[in-house]
């Protein structure tokens, strides 16, 4: 971990013996079952509750909502040292209920709001997803057909929610949803709203665990609300209309931590790789004496060195409230296309034992290939960007 200068050496000092005593949790709760999850195609809740109970769950919210009240480079620590293990597809549910939702919450929830769902976020007991993609609407978010209709009837007044969300992490695992839905389907961005649903409520269902090519271990799931009623209160922060722009708020902090995924999963695919080239023998060497190998090694190594420089500059900026769409799109779309690379590059020099689910180093190629696409696709980020340069 490079030094990160927005906090103070104590804190540094403190940030060091937290990511210590994870990747002891690690060795201990994680590593012996990843690939028992993997077949499962979920992790146990189990496994959250403990993590709630170590402080390594919602890491940067206030004591005051049940949190750790630690500052934002520990919850990222979490997604660094589980992305370096090359546990991928746990880190993408986690990220969405570590480093997604809690904002969400906290800029934007009421009183009440938050004081319900943090502090049981935090210890593991809810688990949280978020609902935005559809079936028709997936970079095209405007064009989202779930709809939350106000009704007053004999049972008081309340939301009744109709519609589908698609490729929902946390699918299977959430207790807690927040969904995107249209209150004024006439009225555009203008008429999206976002609602705290809580999994039990009638109407909710969830569809299959889809089965992807990667990130096995976290679960991915259609989801479908039929005349799902929802209080009035289920409105996040109690404004109707106001989805898009909290969306728009809160995007940023999902494109950084998704290109926190990218940096250390980089890193966890090469250290993986500098083991296997000194081990593994042609033509009577180890294969990392083979020149090839050693300036793939070399370019590796730079560019993620480039991108964690990229990174830590996007993460100090986040902190003192700088972070523009438009830095935050062009940090994603380059390290999450670097992962890639990397991966495939390291993949390589592992012959036909890279391509073997038993060798590690084949989780990270297919784990890093959804960062292009989730949290916005590599062609939207370049849009924002030149969105950013062009003015339109
Ligand atoms: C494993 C996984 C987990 C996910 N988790 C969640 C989640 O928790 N919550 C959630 O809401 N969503 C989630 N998603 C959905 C994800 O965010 C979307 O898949 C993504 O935004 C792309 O939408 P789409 O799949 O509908 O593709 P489309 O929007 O149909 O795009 C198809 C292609 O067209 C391109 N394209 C689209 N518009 C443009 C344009 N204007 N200019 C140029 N090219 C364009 C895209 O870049 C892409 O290459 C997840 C997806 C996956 C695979």
């Given at each position: 971990m490079l030094p990160n200068h927005f906090i103070s050496a104590d804190e540094q000092a403190e940030l060091q013996l937290f990511t210590e005593s994870l990747e002891r949790f690690c060795d201990a709760e994680i590593e012996p079952h990843y690939r028992t999850?993997?077949?499962a195609g979920r992790v146990p809740r189990d496994l959250l509750r403990k993590m709630g109970e170590n402080g390594y769950l919602c890491a940067d919210v206030p004591d005051t909502y049940g949190g750790p009240g630690a500052s934002v480079p520990f919850s990222f620590a979490v997604v660094e040292v589980l992305s370096r293990?090359?546990?991928g597809g746990f880190v993408g549910g986690l990220q969405v209920h570590n480093d997604i939702i809690p904002p969400y919450l906290l800029h934007c929830g009421t009183e009440a709001q938050r004081a319900h769902w943090l502090p049981r976020m935090a210890s593991g007991e809810a688990i949280a997803a978020i609902g935005m993609t559809e079936p028709g609407a997936g970079s095209d978010l405007?064009?989202?057909r779930t709809t939350a209709r106000r009704v007053s009837d004999s049972d008081g007044d309340h939301y009744v929610i109709n519609g589908s969300k698609i490729f929902i992490s946390n699918g299977q695992n959430c207790d807690l949803l927040v969904l995107a839905a249209k209150t004024d389907p006439a009225a555009g961005a203008k008429g999206v709203s976002l609602f705290l649903v809580d999994a039990a409520t009638p109407?909710?269902?969830r569809g299959q665990n889809l089965e992807k090519i990667g990130q096995h271990a976290g679960d991915t799931s259609e989801l479908f609300f039929n005349d799902m009623r929802v209080p009035l209160d289920a409105l996040l922060g109690g404004v109707e209309g106001q989805?898009?722009?909290?969306?728009?708020?809160e995007l940023p902090r999902e494109r950084l931590i998704i290109g926190v995924q990218a940096v250390?999963?980089?890193k966890g695919a090469l250290d993986a790789t500098l083991k296997y080239v000194q081990e593994r023998q042609a033509f009577g060497q180890p294969i990392g004496q083979f020149q090839n190998t050693r300036f793939t090694l070399a370019q590796c190594a730079s560019d993620i060195a480039a991108a964690e420089a990229f990174l830590n500059a996007s993460v100090a900026a986040y902190q003192q409230g700088q972070l523009t769409p438009e830095a935050v799109s062009a940090l994603k779309l380059h390290t999450t296309e670097l992962f890639s690379r990397v991966a495939d590059a390291c993949l390589q020099l592992f012959g036909g034992y890279g391509y073997m689910a038993e060798y590690p180093i084949s989780r990270f190629w297919t784990d890093a290939r959804v960062l292009r696409i989730y949290g916005g696709t590599s062609e939207i980020m370049k849009e924002l960007v030149a969105r950013g340069m062009l003015g339109r």
């Open positions: 999850w993997e077949k293990r090359g546990y405007k064009a989202i109407g909710f269902t989805g898009f722009v909290q969306m728009m708020r250390h999963g980089a």
